[in-house]
Structures are given as structure tokens and as C-alpha cells.
């Protein structure tokens, strides 16, 4: 039982350049969320999903697309890096349980836009 | 809307001295609390966390905290740290049926040799 994992562990960026970065867990959780880590701003909800085909914007949606046709798999696509957008990123995922649980984290993404 | 409030950036502590790390929120509804723990360059790990009952929740390694509805706290303590407990840590607050947790901006924990 590998968790939640993300690909990859770090990666630089040109500005204009476009990635994605990969999650996916074997737990069969239902809710899948991404996040952004800035210093002095804690984490804060970039998308998250309830389900397969399912997705919804965080607090901070813009310049970032998120699919899920998969219950595993869970990326973020960055469509035309910016500088703002370095970071690093938390892939989450917890089961739709009838009361808020524990929600699981990947070990993270260090993204560097120059 | 809830909000969560991490007053403290960075907290100092020498060891087997205790500690006490503050988080206050505001919601409107009755809320869920979560303390994270990010230990270096690792992702973040439960600490423990509140939904209902008790107002006292122990977690792991040694931390406890406590709900107080009436100051909208939930401070998180231990009664002596070691050098092992040097971590940022995270308060956090979500409501039932709400995806959108909302975490404070951290405390950085340094334990003093």
C-alpha cells in the first residue's frame, strides 16, 4: 500500500512552459484534493474532486486544470507556467466517509517557475 | 467562511521544556479541527484531531489538544518536547460535508539543545 504519491519530486519550469503533475493513490478514496504550500500562507486548495468525473475549484483555481477519470489518478496541469506559480505543491485524498476523516498526503512537488 | 489563526510564526523551546502552539478559527457553523505536523522536507501527517465529544483529543507522539467553543481555540500542547518534535506545524478547520479544509499559515517549532 504505496499511499498517495506524486511524480515528480521537483521540477524548474521556463514561464510559458506547460506541465503536469501527477497524483495517484491505491486507497480507493473517493475525495482527491490538490494544494499549494507558500511561506507564510500554509496550505491553501488549489481543486479537489469528490469522484471520477467529478472536480470543483479551491481557493485558488486560477491558471491550473485538474481531470479525474479515475478514482486513482488525480493531476494538476499547469497550461502556461508564471513565476507566481512556484511552489510546492500536496496531492491529499480521504474517503467519502459520512464525517470529515483523516485526509492523506503525498510527499510534494517543489516547482520552480524562472 | 471559515478562517483559521496561527498568531505565533515561530515558537523556540528547549527541550523537555513544554510547549504550547495557539490556533484560533472562525466559522459560523460547528467546524471539525486538525492539527498537522511537517516534519522537513516531508509532507504534512496527522497529528490529531477533534470532531466531537471530548474536548481534551490526544494525538500522536505525545501532543494533546484542546477545544474550547466559547474562545474558538484549540491550542496544541506537549508537556516536554525533544529535538524530534522540530517541525512545522499546522492548525486546520473544515465543516461537515465541506472539502475545503482551511489551514492556518504554521508555526515553525525549533527545540533548543
Known amino acids: 500500500n504505496a499511499g498517495v504519491t506524486q511524480t515528480p519530486k521537483f521540477q524548474v519550469l521556463k514561464t510559458g512552459q506547460s506541465m503536469t503533475l501527477q497524483c495517484a493513490q491505491d486507497?480507493?478514496?473517493?475525495?482527491m484534493s490538490w494544494y499549494r504550500q507558500d511561506p507564510g500562507m500554509g496550505l491553501r486548495l488549489i481543486h479537489y474532486?469528490?469522484?471520477?468525473?467529478?472536480?470543483d475549484q479551491g481557493e485558488v483555481p486560477n491558471g491550473y486544470n485538474v481531470s479525474r477519470s479515475t478514482t486513482e489518478d488525480f493531476p494538476l496541469r499547469l497550461l502556461s507556467a508564471a513565476p507566481s506559480q512556484t511552489s510546492v505543491y500536496f496531492c491529499?485524498?480521504?474517503?467519502?466517509?459520512?464525517?470529515?476523516?483523516?485526509?492523506?498526503f503525498g510527499p510534494g512537488t517543489r516547482l520552480t517557475v524562472l | 467562511a471559515q478562517s483559521v489563526t496561527q498568531l505565533d510564526s515561530q515558537v523556540p523551546v528547549f527541550e523537555e521544556a513544554p510547549v504550547e502552539l495557539r490556533c484560533n478559527y472562525s466559522s459560523s457553523v460547528s467546524v471539525y479541527l486538525f492539527w498537522y505536523v511537517q516534519y522537513p522536507n516531508q509532507g504534512l501527517q496527522l497529528l490529531l484531531k477533534y470532531l466531537s465529544g471530548s474536548t481534551l483529543v490526544k494525538g500522536i507522539n505525545g501532543f494533546e489538544a484542546e477545544f474550547n467553543k466559547s474562545q474558538t481555540s484549540f491550542h496544541l500542547r506537549k508537556p516536554s518536547v525533544h529535538i524530534s518534535d522540530t517541525a512545522e506545524y499546522f492548525c486546520?478547520?473544515?465543516?461537515?460535508?465541506?472539502?475545503?479544509?482551511?489551514f492556518g499559515t504554521g508555526t515553525r517549532l525549533t527545540i533548543i539543545p
Open positions: 491529499a485524498s480521504r474517503p467519502a466517509s459520512g464525517s470529515p476523516s483523516t485526509q492523506y
Open positions: 486507497m480507493n478514496h473517493e475525495y
Open positions: 486546520a478547520v473544515t465543516r461537515f460535508g465541506n472539502e475545503k479544509l482551511t
Open positions: 474532486s469528490v469522484g471520477a468525473g467529478i472536480t
